[in-house]
């Protein structure tokens, strides 16, 4: 199942629909979402690249957790709404643009608990409106869609 998604995702088109899980599993952030930008990490830190994957969903959707947490950030950054939350192992999701609904740092969130709504107007999106969903450990970004088992699969020489 997860290969067939994989190659799905390859395609361009696989649909976010799975919710995210309790106990302490990682889900899809948006519901009704497909890929439509993924994780294009930069060869040097400091070089271009696109440090997430960009879900698109209707305008006004419900942004979820994608994991347990603490959230750490719920403001605005450049005029957009973002939300941060730190999952154990050193994790931490961020999710924008995000109209914020009622959170503030310190928070505990579980699994697909509501953080906001999704806000229009992402740059570069291909339709009314994208959630950029990125992923941390520490300084390096990692595509999130791993939280899923569904990142890029690389095969390696012999």
Known sequence: MVLLLSALMVLGGLPAAVPAQAGGAFGWPVDDAWVVRRFDPPPRPWLPGHRGTDLA???????RAAGAG????AGQVAGRGVVSVAHPGGLRTTYEPVVVQARRPGDAVAAGDALGTLAAGHPGCPSAACLHWGLRRGADYLDPLTLLGLGRVRLLPL
């Open 57 to 63: 969903a209707a305008p006004g959707s419900v942004v």
């Open 70 to 73: 603490t959230i750490v950030f």
